[in-house]
């Protein structure tokens, strides 16, 4: 997965599962616990926006990291810390909204991958 990066800070729902069903990248959702239990992406990595601090070890500093939450504002938020601790990032514009409404499949209790 190393050596791709994008050169802008966000990208399209559909484009983020592009580069993720092709293995360039890695989404990190932001949301909270029970947000993420209601469904999420196949294969996304889950740190609520809360532990970010404390977790950012977790992070892969050799991959195009996306990120994602309800809504693109937390993911934002996330983003724009990441990018200035220089990690590549990107934001998921729309997050989870604009993922569903771009045909991205969901996992969880109520939506089986």
Do not use: K
């Not at 802008?8 to 949301?31: F, N, P, Q, T």
């Amino acid at each position: 997965m190393s050596g791709f990066f994008l050169s802008d800070d966000e990208v399209s729902a559909a484009r983020a599962r592009e580069l993720i069903e092709s293995g360039a990248a890695w989404l990190l959702d932001v949301r909270e616990v029970d947000e993420w239990e209601a469904g999420h992406a196949p294969g996304a990595h889950h740190i609520p926006l809360s532990e970010i601090g404390n977790r950012q070890h977790e992070l892969p500093e050799d991959a195009q990291i996306l990120v994602i939450c309800h809504s693109g504002a937390r993911s934002r938020m996330v983003t724009d810390a990441l990018l200035q601790a220089n990690y590549p990032a990107a934001n998921v514009a729309g997050g989870m909204l604009a993922w569903q409404a771009s045909g991205g499949a969901l996992s969880g209790p109520d939506h089986r991958p």
